[in-house]
Each structure stands twice: as structure tokens, then as C-alpha cells.
């Protein structure tokens, strides 16, 4: 395995709050050449020809998404950053600000002039203060140095960046529900099309792309689209940072190619179960990922549209059959409870109601008709709900009744 990092290159190496550091390394060259030797369109080329899709879950082609906004004719435009990052165990996005925030301002810079976007937003995690402060600081170090503000770098660019603080609500990290949340509404989703690049704050074409994603693009720019693209999978190419938690010796952050197995990501990466530890699946993608079992393990970790096990969000849980796992459950189905908007019925109450029956499968009460009941919620969940959170919350609890076998007499 190739050991190759683009985000995580100068961790512990720079200090965050200090843009000194960040031009000591080659920081904001990326921005430079896009004002000297580049226009829009040929930075959009170098994004397409990247092949560089959305991290935040999606995995949508992020140069698609750009051109749509990019050839509208009105001048008002939006590129908003989504930093919220609400997915249980995923910390990637806040350890990026955490350790190199100006990586992820000088993409924010090009992403926005490329589409030709004056206002700029990063839709923060309400609970992320520390982050804020960082990124308010870097903010600031950037328009002393002209990479901000009126005419960068003495061109004719110009570009306000504004961080908005969200609610630490799950349910925002969905594009139109953080739009409705930067407008001053209730965070829910609205009905699609129109597309936010079509139709989307306040009404104008908006690109919404990841902080992850965004933290690429300066290497692009740099490098070149081509160079990216032969990084990791044919079908998202480039690397991504993977989160190891649960039964692994090596637990954290990790930058790897995507295209990997989860069996190498947990026996490479992760170094493999403590002795005494006996592997019983993996869950990939945070709460509202698949359970990989053992004969899943040599599934690969890429954004590929055909995918058993979709990389989401890049965190691996491990659990081994010491767990209990109807703990995993209440925590699981407990937090999409808590985190659904009430738009609609079928997740308000199928997310309550898949709770209550887990409670009582806890316990060890449940009944015949419970089981029966949990199907048809899951059913419900899976198929009718508004947005994919009501989806997303039957995601695991599927896999543990087909995989795992749970309503087994």
C-alpha cells in the first residue's frame, strides 16, 4: 500500500495558527497559480480531469457539481464549505481545521473564485468552538496577506468568507437543510429539484461541497487533475482519511488511497485485532453505515455507485463478539430518534417506534408481533421517508436483522 498523503502531509509539523508555517511549505502556491497563470475554466478542467468526488458521503463528482454553477449567467452566487459534521464517530473534517486550517481556506478561495462566487460560507458544527476560533484566525491572517477580500493578490478577484454555526443538528449536514439553516429557517430538507446549484441560498446558484473534498483541491490546482486522478480507485480517485475505532490496536486518523479493502484497513492500517479479540463485523460509514461481516471484508473502500459496502463518511467501527450488541443498537437507533427533523411521519414515528422495539429487545421482552412490526418500520424507513435520514437510520439495524440474525428464536 502506497503510503501517499495530500491532507494529513504536515500534521504536527506547522503550527495552525500561524500562516508562516503554511507558506513555509509551499502554502497558498496553489491560489497563486490559479490568479498568475490560470482562469476559471481552466481550473474547472483541472478539477473534472481529477475525477475528485464528494467526501462528505455522497461521493458526487465534484467538477460536475462546479460546472453547473460556473456557466450560469447570474452573478450572484454562493459556495458554502459543510464543516458540520454530525455523523457519529467521524472527526475528520474537525481534524483537518485542527491541524492545517489553511489547507482547507486556500481550497475554500479557489473553489469559490472557479464558479465565480463572491460570498463564501463554512457551515460549521455548533459544538465545534475551538475549530471556529482557529478558523477565524486563519481568516484573518489570510486577508493581511491579500488572500482575501478586495482584489487578491492584486487581480480583479475578490471573495468574503463567513462562518455560520449551525445547531450541531444531524439532519443540516443534508445540502437543502443547511441551506434553510443559513436562511434563518428550520433545519429540514426541501423538496428536489430545484438543486441547490440551480436554486440555492437565498434563491442563487450554490455549490455545497465537504470540507474534506475542499481540502483537495489545492493539490490539484497545484499538480495537476491527471496527477490526482492516478492516485487510489479508477472510480474515486485520490486519497481519503479513514477513522479506525473499536477492536483495532491502532485506533485514530489515517490517510490512505481509496480503493483498499476494509480487510486492509483494518489489518494494515489498523494493525489488526488485539490477541483475544475475535472479529465479528465491521461498521463502515458512521451510524447510518453497513455492518461488513467476514466474508465481506475484501470489499473495496471507494465511492463506486455499485458498492455493498458504501465508504461513507470513512469511519471503520470493529467490533468483536465480546459487544453486546443490542447496546450497539440503543445507541444507534436512540440517536436517529433524537436527531430526525419531524418533517415527515415516517421518520418521526418509525424512528421512535424502532427504538421502543429495540428497548424491549434489550430487555428481552419482545414479542412475535414486535418482529413483525420491525419489519414493516424498516420497510417504511428504508422506502418512504422525505429525505435519506429516515433511510440512513434503518441502514444497521437491517444488517443486523438479515446478517446478524438478531430476531432469531
Not at 503510503?3 to 502531509?9: G, S, V, Y
Not at 476559471?40 to 453547473?68: H, M, N
Not at 496527477?227 to 477492536?247: D, E, M, V
Not at 443490542?326 to 444507534?332: A, I
Request: with cysteine.
Amino acid at each position: 500500500m502506497k503510503d501517499i498523503k495530500i491532507l494529513t502531509n504536515y500534521w504536527g509539523k506547522i503550527n495552525p495558527l500561524k500562516i508562516e508555517d503554511y507558506l513555509g511549505v509551499g502554502g497558498y502556491s496553489a491560489l497563486k497559480k490559479f490568479i498568475e497563470k490560470m482562469n476559471q475554466q481552466k481550473a474547472l478542467g483541472e478539477i473534472k480531469s481529477s475525477s475528485l468526488c464528494g467526501r462528505g458521503g455522497a461521493g458526487f463528482p465534484t467538477g460536475q457539481k462546479w460546472e453547473v454553477v460556473a456557466k450560469n449567467s447570474i452573478k450572484e452566487k454562493y459556495f458554502i464549505c459543510n464543516f458540520d459534521e454530525s455523523e457519529p464517530g467521524t472527526y475528520k473534517d474537525r481534524m483537518i481545521v485542527e491541524n492545517n486550517p489553511h489547507l482547507l481556506l486556500e481550497g475554500i478561495i479557489i473553489a469559490a473564485l472557479t464558479i465565480g462566487a463572491k460570498k463564501a460560507y463554512v457551515y460549521i458544527n455548533g459544538n465545534y468552538e475551538t475549530q471556529k476560533d482557529i478558523l477565524e484566525n486563519a481568516i484573518l491572517e489570510a486577508q493581511k496577506n491579500k488572500f482575501l477580500g478586495e482584489k487578491i493578490l492584486g487581480s480583479k478577484y475578490f471573495l468574503e468568507i463567513e462562518i455560520f454555526s449551525g445547531a450541531g443538528a444531524y439532519i443540516c449536514g443534508e445540502e437543502t437543510a443547511l441551506i434553510n439553516s443559513i436562511e434563518g429557517n428550520r433545519g429540514e430538507p426541501k423538496i428536489r429539484p430545484p438543486y441547490p446549484t440551480e436554486k440555492g441560498l437565498f434563491g442563487k446558484p450554490t455549490v455545497i461541497n465537504n470540507a474534506e473534498t475542499v481540502a483537495n483541491i489545492p493539490f490539484i490546482i497545484q499538480n495537476g487533475g491527471k496527477k490526482y486522478a492516478a492516485i487510489g480507485s479508477k472510480n474515486s480517485p485520490g486519497t481519503k482519511i479513514f477513522i479506525l475505532g473499536g477492536a483495532v490496536k491502532n485506533k485514530g486518523v489515517i490517510e490512505a488511497p481509496t480503493g483498499i479493502t476494509i480487510r486492509e484497513a483494518i489489518e494494515t492500517l489498523g494493525r489488526g485485532l488485539p490477541r483475544g479479540k475475535d472479529f465479528w463485523f465491521a461498521q463502515v460509514g458512521g451510524a447510518s453505515g453497513r455492518l461488513a461481516t467476514e466474508k465481506e471484508l475484501d470489499e473495496k473502500l471507494d465511492y463506486g455507485k455499485n458498492n455493498n459496502i458504501p465508504l461513507g463518511s470513512g469511519t471503520i467501527l470493529v467490533v468483536d463478539k465480546s459487544i453486546n450488541i443490542y447496546d450497539l443498537l440503543l445507541s444507534w437507533t436512540g440517536f436517529f430518534r433524537r436527531e430526525s427533523c419531524g418533517k415527515c411521519i415516517p421518520c418521526r414515528e418509525g424512528t421512535f417506534r424502532l427504538n421502543e422495539i429495540i428497548e424491549r429487545l434489550a430487555d428481552g421482552e419482545i414479542s412475535q408481533r414486535d418482529k413483525e412490526a420491525m419489519q414493516d418500520i424498516l420497510w417504511t424507513l428504508e422506502s418512504t421517508t422525505f429525505c435519506p435520514l429516515g433511510k440512513f437510520a434503518a441502514v444497521a439495524t437491517r444488517d443486523a436483522v438479515d446478517k446478524l440474525e438478531i430476531l432469531k428464536d
